[in-house]
Structure formats: C-alpha cells, structure tokens
C-alpha cells in the first residue's frame, strides 16, 4: 500500500466515524452502528499494512543462490534431530555465505567434511555441513559473509553444502518445520511456514 492508499483509506475511516450516530460501546454492546463497523475495518486494514513483516530478512547461503526463505526442506538430517534441511550450492569449491548476522555456536564434522552450528540473529539455528572448514564458538559472521567452501563429496549427488534449520528457540522445545524425508522438493517453503507462526 502507498502513502497515498494509506491517507485515503484513514480519512474514508474518519469520515464513517463522524457520520456515526452511537457511541462505540453501544456498538461494542449490540453490534448496532454500521458506520462504526466499516470504520474499525478499514482501521484494521491500515494497521495490518503498518505492522512490520514478521519474517526476517534472510538471504541465500551462496551468491546468486535462493533466498533461505524460498528453499523448501527436502529430509531430516542424519543424527540430528529437529534440523530439517535442504542442499544446495552444488559445486565442490563454491562459497558458501550466512543467510544472515549469525554467531558460531560449536564445531561439528560431516562425512564428509567439516561441518558447524550457528544461531541466526532471526533466532533460527543452524547446521551447515560438507564445508572444507569449521568454526569455534564465539565466531561471528555478517549476513552475506563467506562461511567456508563446499568440500568434496560424493553423497546426495555430488558436492554440496547441507543446511539444517531448527526453530526451537522461535516456536518452542520440540517443534520444527514440515519437510520431505526422501529428497525431493514439494514441502511448504521454510517462508511459508514462518509467516504462519510469526
């Protein structure tokens, strides 16, 4: 919606509770009013659009890749549960950046390469896996900065970075997205199912 939009759409309001000829808790009481009724909708509507988007920002986990928003889950991770996750950036060498501001929270390996956890500004965590390099706690990255490369490997169809999401710390202890458990696509995009918790 436009500035523009938005003026209209509160003087129209205005002008439906000017015309009114009940107080609001009459209305609030009976329902009776219907000036109050159109008014308090077209309020509602105008503070839907101020409201912030709840999703973070979150971007792609390789220049020119998907947005981590749009990547669909594909299976769970193997020995870890409750990070479903998606592959991608499938070239051996191919930089791999944070999706978003995200601070290392331990080390880890994956067969093969090296592997860490991070948790996201957004609250999100994170197991990045298949990388030529790992991370100590306490590391910090900015959203876009190079995380490491993807390693050789020859699982899941070649070389690739595995990205396991949790969202425990966003929706409570035990919970995670819907996601595949065969490696194909088709389950709701990790955005999709934020914008319906957030």
Same mark, same amino acid.
């Given at each position: 919606?436009?500035?523009? &939009?938005? %003026? @209209?759409?509160?003087?129209s309001?205005? =002008?439906?509770?000017e015309?009114?000829?009940?107080? +609001?808790?009459?209305f609030d009481e009976?329902?009776k009013g ?6 308090i ?16 920002a ?5 220049m020119?890749?998907?947005?981590l928003?749009? &990547?669909? %889950? @594909?299976h769970?991770?193997?020995?870890? =549960? ?7 950036? +499938?070239?051996?060498?191919r ?7 995200m ?9 093969p ?5 991070a ?14 390099r ?7 990255f900015k959203?876009g ?10 699982i ?7 990205v ?9 202890t ?5 996601h595949h ?18």
């Amino acid at each position: 919606m436009t500035d523009k &939009q938005r %003026l @209209t759409l509160l003087r129209s309001a205005r =002008d439906h509770l000017e015309r009114t000829q009940i107080g +609001f808790l009459e209305f609030d009481e009976t329902g009776k009013g219907s000036e109050w009724r159109v008014a308090i909708r077209k309020l509602e509507q105008l503070e839907k659009d101020l409201l912030p988007d709840p999703l973070p920002a979150l971007g792609p986990v390789w220049m020119g890749g998907k947005g981590l928003l749009a &990547q669909d %889950l @594909t299976h769970a991770t193997s020995g870890l =549960d409750l990070y479903p996750a998606f592959d991608d950036a +499938f070239n051996q060498g191919r930089v791999v950046v944070a999706p978003e501001d995200m601070e290392v929270t331990r080390t880890s390996s994956s067969r093969p390469g090296l592997a860490f956890y991070a948790t996201g500004k957004s609250k999100l965590r994170y197991w990045f896996g298949h990388l030529d390099r790992t991370h100590v706690a306490g590391t910090k990255f900015k959203k876009g900065d190079a995380v490491g490369k993807v390693a050789a490997n020859t699982i899941g169809g070649g070389p690739h970075v595995h990205v396991g999401v949790n969202v425990e710390l966003l929706l409570g202890t035990g919970k995670e997205l819907k996601h595949h458990t065969n490696y194909t696509h088709g389950s709701p995009t990790i955005g999709e199912q934020l914008r319906k918790v957030l």
